[in-house]
């Protein structure tokens, strides 16, 4: 299947600061990219749909100004958390649709950020 | 209303045990894709089965299957001659629609514990 990928797989930083994730994908082309968020044994929750040369569509309650979305090609898509707090502690996971990967149109996921701050 | 719901927190299943997970969805759309993740302790997303709204017959991929009965609004996922590398997390997703760009909305997670 398609590979996608994220960058870092885990950060550290300090309350106050800027995180940026990156998630490209590999070997397709994604017009569309979704960002999830997963609490610890929780379920992912959808923040929003990153389209390519276009603003990104997010969900009810998902701060735009705190959670920065970037689709500036077919291959990258970066979510900034900007000022984070403990609170933005948690496990990010993009996910791409490859186009020609068949009639159901299946997601394709990064392998996940793990972003603890401090 | 919950789209997807999936009413075991966890479940445990003997080694070479078959074991079926629940899966409810809500929707109204008729056309609908209903999929199958695992997710193990690393966190990554594995795409295990895919079962469409028009398909007459249950989707099969290896040991999982899955049992989709439609007029009740289910898709239960069966694991067949468990193994323990199926110990992980399980979500059931379901996206409305056709178009490429429509959203999957995720259920809460079964965490499938397979004992030796």
């Known amino acids: 299947g398609a590979v996608v990928s994220q960058h870092p797989s885990r950060v550290i930083c300090k309350s106050g600061t800027s995180v940026k994730i990156e998630c490209r994908s590999l070997?397709?082309?994604?017009?569309?990219m979704f960002w999830y968020r997963q609490f610890p044994k929780k379920s992912l929750m959808l923040m929003a749909t990153?389209?390519?040369?276009?603003?990104?569509?997010?969900e009810q309650g998902v701060e735009k100004d705190k959670f920065l979305i970037n689709h500036a090609s077919l291959t990258l898509s970066t979510l900034t958390v900007t000022s984070a707090h403990p609170e933005d502690s948690s496990f990010y996971i993009c996910?791409?649709?490859?186009?020609?990967?068949?009639?159901?149109?299946?997601?394709?996921f990064g392998p996940g950020t793990r972003l603890t701050v401090l | 209303a919950q789209k997807i719901t999936q009413t075991q927190p966890g479940m445990f299943v003997q080694e070479k045990e078959a074991v079926t997970l629940d899966c409810t969805y809500d929707t109204s759309d008729q056309s609908y894709g209903l999929f199958w993740y695992k997710q193990p302790s690393s966190g990554e997303m594995i795409f295990l089965i895919y079962q469409g709204s028009y398909d007459e017959q249950n989707a099969t991929e290896g040991r999982y299957s899955l049992n989709f009965q439609k007029a009740r609004k289910s898709a239960n996922l069966v694991i067949s001659a468990s193994q323990l590398g199926d110990s992980a997390m399980y979500f059931c997703a379901m996206r409305e629609g056709r178009s490429n760009f429509n959203k999957f909305y995720f259920g809460s997670g079964t965490k499938l514990n397979v004992k030796p």
């Open positions: 990153s389209n390519e040369g276009s603003k990104a569509t997010y």
């Open positions: 070997d397709f082309q994604a017009t569309t």
């Open positions: 996910s791409a649709r490859e186009p020609t990967s068949g009639s159901y149109n299946e997601q394709f």
